[in-house]
């Protein structure tokens, strides 16, 4: 079965620091680009990062302003996200996602999300 | 930064009802867009890629039309299933997603 697993959320004080991890399996990890995602209390979704198959190119959204990092271990199966100087509006599920493996930069594959709540 | 604008924000409808959902972007995306469906507690799930294909195992009752700036997902007839909030995404530029319309029981 195909198959993303988040790990690593959880309770951060303001200014702290998260690794999210996200364990793939049941298809070949190297081959695929991968993203995260984040999604607020209530709110919608938001892009937060991309890695190609490689991790040769690497992007972010603007809003994050260099404080997170993106990086992968094709030995491992497996996706991170450094996540540093932690702010209240951090605060959100945090979606591994896999884009297809067309020409589509889609996402056809999500991991059930883990949650990272940003409070003093 | 291309921006992605949703209509209507909730919907109300009844099963059995034929629901359209319009997904407008900034700056032309050519089909450069995605529909996803998301319930409660849940991660997302793709319906559409490329404006109008559908993706593998998703019912027929949904489809997806446009290119350029404007987009639609349609739903043919609506079934209890089908009650959740659905997300467009542009992946011409980087990706963005819509602010979600939530279909609700009416």
């Known amino acids: 079965e195909v198959q993303l697993v988040e790990s690593g959320g959880g309770l951060v004080q303001p200014g702290g620091s998260l690794r999210l991890s996200c364990a793939a399996s049941g298809f070949t990890f190297s081959s695929y680009e991968m993203n995260w995602v984040r999604q607020a209390p209530g709110k919608g979704l938001e892009w937060v990062s991309y890695i190609s198959s490689s991790g040769s190119t690497i992007y972010y959204a603007d809003s994050l302003k260099g404080r997170f990092t993106i990086s992968r271990d094709n030995a491992k199966n497996s996706l991170y996200l450094q996540m540093n100087s932690l702010r209240a509006e951090d605060t959100a599920v945090y979606y591994c996602?896999?884009?297809?493996?067309?020409?589509?930069?889609?996402?056809?594959?999500w991991g059930q999300g883990t949650m990272v709540t940003v409070s003093s | 930064d291309i921006q992605m604008t949703q209509s209507p924000s909730t919907l109300s409808a009844s099963v059995g009802d034929r629901v359209t959902i319009t997904c407008r972007a900034s700056?032309?995306?050519?089909?450069?867009l995605a529909w996803y469906q998301q319930k409660p507690g849940k991660a997302p799930k793709l319906l559409i890629y490329?404006?109008?294909s559908l993706q593998s195992g998703v019912p027929s009752r949904f489809s997806g039309s446009g290119s350029g700036t404007e987009f639609t997902l349609t739903i043919s007839s609506l079934q209890p299933d089908d009650f959740a909030t659905y997300y467009c995404?542009?992946?011409?530029?980087?990706?963005?997603f819509g602010q979600g319309t939530k279909v609700e029981i009416k």
């Open positions: 995404q542009q992946y011409n530029s980087y990706w963005t």
């Open positions: 490329k404006a109008s």
């Open positions: 996602a896999r884009e297809m493996a067309t020409v589509d930069d889609a996402f056809d594959i």
């Open positions: 700056q032309s995306i050519s089909s450069w």
